[in-house]
T-cell receptor, first 114, second 114 residues
């Protein structure tokens, strides 16, 4: 594929359920980011993967949030015991190198927690 | 605290009019500076970026931005706005010495009147 893809595009879940969001970065991109965008807000950094280095998890809002990146490619963001305040659009971006390179964004996953 | 400020939450201009979107940052040294656009139904896309050198940077879609060190600003401009420019515009910075993540402004929503 030519760009970053994310799935699902929309996810509606009930409070307390776990959800998994998937990101397929551009092939060959070593860095991958997850962001959260709440209604009317900017982008909130969640986590950053760079190659084989330990991920930067400093933006994860609570221990209910976790992410992994398998084989240096696909990444999954998991939210356990979802809360209504988790409702947002979750964006994934990849870059060839670090944050100073152009970030290529996926279309996002809109999560709604009822 | 280190921050990025976009003072204008919402701007409306007429098609064909000029545009300037403001961005101010608060860092001790010059960070790397970016403008991204988020169009309806589309992912975030890089418009332009500034690392060093010429303080007037040209981007895609006819946009330009000027870095002014004395004002800690990186304002985005376009001489003549098109209806298709209606979108959300985000300023972002990579703090000096931090090559891991961008700090994002809250965005400016641009509406274009016919």
């Amino acid at each position: 594929g030519a760009g970053v893809s994310q799935s699902p595009s929309n996810k509606v879940t009930e409070k307390g359920k776990d959800v998994e969001l998937r990101c397929d970065p551009i092939s060959g991109h070593t860095a991958l980011y997850w962001y959260r965008q709440s209604l009317g807000q900017g982008l909130e950094f969640l986590i950053y993967f760079q190659g084989n280095s330990a991920p930067d998890k400093s933006g994860l809002p609570s221990d209910r949030f976790s992410a992994e990146r398998t084989g240096g490619s696909v990444s999954t963001l998991t939210i356990q015991r979802t809360q209504q305040e988790d409702s947002a659009v979750y964006l994934c971006a990849s870059t060839i190198g670090g944050s100073t390179d152009t970030q290529y964004f996926g279309p996002g996953t809109r999560l709604t927690v009822l | 605290a280190q921050s990025v400020t976009q003072p204008d939450i919402h701007i409306t201009v007429s098609e064909g009019a000029s545009l300037e979107l403001r961005c101010n940052y608060s860092y001790g040294a010059t960070p790397y500076l970016f403008w991204y656009v988020q169009s309806p139904g589309q992912g975030l896309q890089l418009l332009l970026k500034y690392f060093s050198g010429d303080t007037l940077v040209q981007g895609i879609k006819g946009f330009e931005a000027e870095f002014k060190r004395s004002q800690s600003s990186f304002n985005l401009r376009k001489p003549s706005v098109h209806w298709s420019d209606a979108a959300e515009y985000f300023c972002a910075v990579a703090p000096p010495g931090n090559n891991r993540k961008l700090i994002w402004g809250l965005g400016t929503s641009l509406a274009v009147n016919p």
